[in-house]
C-alpha cells in the first residue's frame, strides 16, 4: 500500500493509466464470461430439453400442469424400445456404410485435387482453386433437383448408394479448399529439396505432405463426417424404402405416424444419433481447430 501510495504521488498520471487499463481488462474479462455464459444457455438448451424429454414417461410428457423442464419419474424405456428395434439398427447401419465410403472417396479426391492445385502450378490453377470453392457456396436445395433427375436415370433412387454418389457434391469442395489452405502453408523448400533428391510427385505426397498435412486432413475428414452423417434433405428426397433409409430420416419417418409422435423416442434417438459426431469432437478438436486455421489463413 505504501509503494502504491507513493507511486501514485510521483507518478499520478502514469499512475492513473495503469489503473484505468485494469479496470478495463477486468471489464472485458466480465464481458467475455457473461457472453459465453450466455452463448452456452442458448446452444446447451435444446439438447437438455431433448435428454430431458427421452427420460419421462408417456404420462408425464402428456400431463401439461407439470414444468417441462423438469423429470419426476425417470425412465429408459424410450432408449431400450429404440435400440432393442431391429428397423432402428438398420438405420445405423445404413448411415455408418454412407458416411465411411463418402468420407474416404472425399479424402482422395480432396487430397489430390488440393495438391495438384497448391504445388503444381499450371494455367488456370488458381481460377480452378476459385471455383471448386466457390461450388461450396451453392446451397443444396438448389441442387437436389437436377441430382435427383441424374440419380433417377442411373436407377439409384431408394438406394443408399445414391446417397454415396451425390454426398460428395457437399463435401469434397469445402474439404479442397481447406487441403489448399494447408498445403499452401508447407515450405517451398521441401519440394525443392525432394526434386533434388529424385523423388516424384506422388512420392512427394505420401512421404512429405500427408505426413506434415496431417491436422488439415483430420479437420477435413470431420467435416466430410459431420456432413454426410448428418445430411437431411438429399436423403429426404432420394430414399423412401425404410431399409434403405440413414438415420436421420429413419426416425423422423417411423415414430412420426400422421398426427401422432412418439416424443420420447424421437427424443431418444436424436440422441443416440448426435452421439458419434459429439465423440468425434471431443477427441479431435484441436486438429479440427488447426486444420481450418491454416486454410482459412493461407488459402
Same mark, same amino acid.
Given at each position: 500500500?505504501? *509503494?502504491?501510495?507513493?507511486?501514485?504521488?510521483? %507518478?499520478?498520471?502514469?499512475? !492513473?493509466?495503469?489503473?484505468?487499463?485494469?479496470? *478495463?481488462?477486468?471489464?472485458?474479462?466480465?464481458?467475455?464470461?457473461?457472453?459465453?455464459?450466455?452463448?452456452? $444457455? /442458448? %446452444?446447451?438448451?435444446?439438447?437438455?430439453?431433448?435428454?430431458?424429454?427421452? /427420460?419421462?414417461?408417456?404420462?408425464?410428457?402428456? #400431463?401439461?400442469?407439470?414444468?417441462?423442464? $423438469?423429470?419426476?419419474?425417470?425412465?429408459? *424405456?424410450?432408449?431400450?424400445?429404440?435400440?432393442?428395434? =431391429?428397423?432402428?439398427?438398420?438405420?445405423? +447401419?445404413?448411415?455408418?456404410?454412407?458416411?465411411?465410403?463418402?468420407?474416404?472417396?472425399?479424402?482422395?479426391? @480432396?487430397?489430390?485435387?488440393?495438391?495438384?492445385?497448391?504445388?503444381?502450378?499450371?494455367?488456370? @490453377?488458381?481460377?480452378?482453386?476459385?471455383?471448386? %470453392?466457390?461450388?461450396?457456396?451453392?446451397? #443444396?436445395?438448389?441442387?437436389?433437383?437436377?441430382?435427383?433427375?441424374?440419380?433417377?436415370?442411373? !436407377?439409384?433412387?431408394?438406394?443408399?448408394?445414391?446417397?454415396?454418389?451425390?454426398? =460428395?457434391?457437399?463435401?469434397?469442395?469445402?474439404? &479442397?479448399?481447406?487441403? /489448399?489452405?494447408?498445403?499452401? @502453408?508447407?515450405?517451398?523448400?521441401?519440394?525443392?529439396?525432394?526434386?533434388?533428391?529424385?523423388? &516424384?510427385?506422388?512420392?512427394?505426397?505420401? +512421404?512429405?505432405? $500427408?505426413?506434415?498435412?496431417?491436422? !488439415? /486432413?483430420?479437420?477435413?475428414?470431420? %467435416?466430410?463426417?459431420?456432413?454426410?452423417?448428418?445430411?437431411?434433405?438429399?436423403?429426404?428426397?432420394?430414399?423412401?424404402?425404410? #431399409?434403405?433409409?440413414?438415420?436421420?430420416?429413419?426416425?423422423?419417418?417411423?415414430?412420426?405416424?400422421? #398426427?401422432?409422435?412418439?416424443? !420420447?423416442?424421437?427424443?431418444?434417438?436424436?440422441?443416440?444419433?448426435?452421439?458419434?459426431?459429439?465423440?468425434?469432437?471431443?477427441?479431435?478438436?484441436?486438429?479440427?481447430?488447426?486444420?481450418?486455421?491454416?486454410?482459412? &489463413?493461407?488459402?
Amino acid at each position: 500500500m505504501a *509503494e502504491a501510495a507513493a507511486a501514485n504521488r510521483d %507518478f499520478p498520471r502514469l499512475y !492513473g493509466r495503469v489503473g484505468s487499463l485494469h479496470r *478495463e481488462r477486468l471489464w472485458a474479462l466480465r464481458l467475455s464470461y457473461a457472453s459465453l455464459i450466455f452463448a452456452a $444457455i /442458448i %446452444f446447451l438448451a435444446p439438447p437438455f430439453y431433448m435428454l430431458v424429454t427421452s /427420460i419421462k414417461t408417456n404420462a408425464e410428457m402428456a #400431463d401439461q400442469t407439470l414444468n417441462p423442464w $423438469i423429470v419426476r419419474s425417470p425412465t429408459l *424405456e424410450h432408449y431400450a424400445a429404440i435400440i432393442g428395434n =431391429p428397423v432402428f439398427l438398420t438405420f445405423f +447401419k445404413n448411415s455408418i456404410i454412407v458416411t465411411v465410403v463418402v468420407v474416404t472417396v472425399t479424402m482422395v479426391i @480432396s487430397v489430390l485435387a488440393a495438391f495438384a492445385l497448391s504445388r503444381m502450378r499450371f494455367w488456370g @490453377s488458381q481460377t480452378l482453386a476459385t471455383g471448386v %470453392f466457390l461450388t461450396y457456396l451453392v446451397p #443444396d436445395t438448389l441442387l437436389f433437383i437436377p441430382l435427383y433427375q441424374i440419380v433417377g436415370g442411373l !436407377g439409384l433412387l431408394n438406394s443408399i448408394w445414391g446417397l454415396v454418389l451425390v454426398y =460428395p457434391t457437399l463435401t469434397v469442395p469445402f474439404c &479442397t479448399w481447406i487441403m /489448399i489452405g494447408y498445403f499452401a @502453408s508447407i515450405p517451398r523448400e521441401l519440394d525443392e529439396a525432394a526434386l533434388i533428391d529424385g523423388a &516424384t510427385w506422388p512420392q512427394m505426397l505420401m +512421404k512429405i505432405f $500427408i505426413p506434415v498435412a496431417l491436422p !488439415g /486432413i483430420v479437420a477435413a475428414t470431420i %467435416f466430410a463426417f459431420t456432413v454426410s452423417w448428418a445430411a437431411f434433405v438429399y436423403p429426404t428426397a432420394f430414399i423412401t424404402r425404410p #431399409d434403405q433409409m440413414p438415420l436421420t430420416i429413419g426416425i423422423v419417418s417411423q415414430l412420426v405416424r400422421g #398426427d401422432t409422435f412418439a416424443w !420420447g423416442q424421437i427424443m431418444a434417438g436424436a440422441l443416440i444419433a448426435a452421439l458419434p459426431p459429439v465423440v468425434v469432437y471431443v477427441f479431435l478438436m484441436d486438429y479440427y481447430i488447426a486444420g481450418l486455421t491454416a486454410g482459412a &489463413t493461407k488459402g
